[in-house]
């Protein structure tokens, strides 16, 4: 199942990068994407850059979000092997609850995005 657009319309109001949809064969993340803040835009970062979304400079993780079985999930696998300190799968009724909490790793509590960049230099 497809993100709906409205929720990725949220997203990118928020002023969020938001990729092209995965197929919906993609091994790990079907029909799923990937979201990430530009260093430019205020909010949670690791406090240097995290390479590239596209040709635009990320400063955090990209979580992505996709549909599997009967919920949406929301995942940030950074370690491998994994899951590491700051590593994440949530799981959410609705794709709105997984933009929330998209919104909320971004722009509220610091803490989860500074589990990970305590360890990775």
Known sequence: ??????CLERLRAARLLVSAPYGPN???YPDGVAVGKPTAV???ST???RGLFG???VDG??????YA????????DEYIPGPGPGDFVNEWASAEDAVADI?????GDPSRMQAFSVVRT
């Open 47 to 49: 406090g240097k850059s």
């Open 1 to 6: 199942m497809k993100v709906p657009e409205h």
């Open 26 to 28: 993609h091994t790990a």
């Open 61 to 66: 993780p990209c979580p992505r979000l996709y």
């Open 103 to 107: 919104l909320e790793y971004f722009f």
């Open 55 to 57: 040709s635009v400079e």
């Open 69 to 76: 079985g009967a919920t949406w999930v929301v995942t940030v």
């Open 42 to 44: 205020p909010g949670n």
